[in-house]
């Protein structure tokens, strides 16, 4: 909180849209979609299914739960033999 002449003001950040909260982080859409479903905080409008995010609890929540868990380690190796097995050369 910031204080003006001895008066508290409380400042609540803009709440932005998935495409708004996706670009800020510079992420796609898909993936912020996919970072939602893991608890990533979001407010969804009553009546509709549109979704606004507080840029400040996202950071947060980004913080505190790293996704490197959920991804896989792939060697440079591992990497060739994969495309390989897909295309086939």
Same mark, same amino acid.
């Given at each position: 909180?910031?204080?003006?002449?001895?008066? +508290?003001?409380?400042? $609540? &950040?803009?709440?932005?849209?998935?495409?708004?909260?996706?670009?800020?982080?510079?992420?796609? !859409? *898909?993936?912020? *979609?996919?970072? %939602?479903?893991?608890? /990533? &905080? /979001? @407010? %969804?409008? &009553?009546?509709?299914?549109?979704?606004?995010?507080?840029?400040?609890? @996202? @950071?947060?929540?980004? !913080? !505190?739960? &790293? *996704?490197? $868990?959920?991804? !896989?380690? @792939?060697?440079? $190796?591992?990497?060739? +033999?994969?495309?390989?097995?897909?295309?086939?050369?």
């Amino acid at each position: 909180m910031a204080k003006l002449d001895g008066t +508290e003001l409380l400042i $609540q &950040p803009r709440l932005l849209d998935r495409r708004r909260m996706a670009l800020a982080l510079c992420l796609s !859409e *898909d993936t912020l *979609d996919g970072l %939602r479903k893991r608890g /990533c &905080p /979001c @407010v %969804r409008v &009553p009546g509709t299914s549109k979704l606004l995010f507080n840029p400040n609890r @996202v @950071v947060a929540w980004l !913080e !505190e739960h &790293p *996704d490197n $868990q959920d991804r !896989e380690t @792939v060697t440079a $190796q591992q990497a060739r +033999e994969k495309a390989d097995a897909v295309f086939g050369t």
